[in-house]
């Protein structure tokens, strides 16, 4: 069982949008930056965001953070079939003294 | 361009040992934490271990702590995990990533699958 929870799956319609949820509490989330990870099948995890709401380059502004209080929250917008994979929030956990990560949730594009 | 190349990895029994490489080109090594991450068959990622840019500083999850330790060599632009009394619950692919910001994990190797048989 992870210290921070997302929901195992979600699914939505190409071209909608979607939001993914990570919840934690004052050690981790709370007091720390958030980041956020796409896993496509087979591959290696890809950093979508990180320090809450920053996007690396390369990755398309249909990708959003945003964090208020103990939770963090994925969005994305105008859905692809390419979108489908796995999605993981990770932080600091102060009280853990590690890196941490939800456990995961599977985006499906119907 | 920037390359991760996780090797290493294999086939073992318990209570054995193993060491992980990591070798990493394209960025400035040496001024960035690494980490090892992992994630067993069909399962999430779990954090393994970090180590600052000059080695001086190191963190471990508890599940590994006193059995992996983890180095690197900024000459070699390496990072490195050595694994001792391994267990099945070790078996995992291991990735390995640099910290780009406040554990934003940004270059990620392809992984290396260490199992552990009993």
């Known amino acids: 069982q992870s210290v921070l929870t997302q929901p195992p799956s979600v699914s939505a319609a190409p071209g909608q949008r979607v939001t993914i949820s990570c919840s934690g509490g004052w050690s981790n989330i709370g007091n720390n930056y958030v980041s956020w990870y796409q896993q496509l099948p087979g591959t290696a995890p890809k950093l979508l965001i990180y320090?809450?709401?920053k996007r690396p380059s390369g990755i398309p502004d249909r990708f959003s953070g945003s964090k208020s209080g103990t939770s963090a929250t994925l969005g994305i917008t105008g859905l692809q079939t390419g979108d489908e994979a796995d999605y993981y929030c990770g932080t600091w956990d102060s009280s853990l003294s590690g890196v941490i990560f939800g456990g995961g949730t599977k985006l499906t594009v119907l | 361009e920037v390359q991760v190349v996780e090797s290493g990895g294999g086939l073992v029994q318990t209570g054995g040992s193993l060491r992980l490489s990591c070798a990493a080109s394209g960025f400035p090594f040496s001024g960035f934490w690494m980490h090892w991450v992992r994630q067993a068959p069909g399962k999430g990622l779990v954090w393994v271990s970090r180590?600052?840019?000059?080695?001086?500083?190191?963190t471990y999850a508890d599940s590994v702590q006193g059995r992996f330790t983890i180095s690197r060599d900024n000459a070699k632009n390496t990072l490195y995990l050595q694994m001792n009394s391994l267990r099945v619950e070790d078996t995992a692919v291991y990735f390995c990533?640099?910290?780009?910001?406040?554990?934003?994990?940004?270059?990620w190797g392809q992984g290396t699958l260490v199992t552990v048989s009993s």
């Open positions: 180590i600052n840019g000059d080695g001086s500083t190191t």
């Open positions: 990533v640099d910290d780009y910001s406040n554990l934003g994990l940004r270059y």
């Open positions: 320090d809450n709401n």
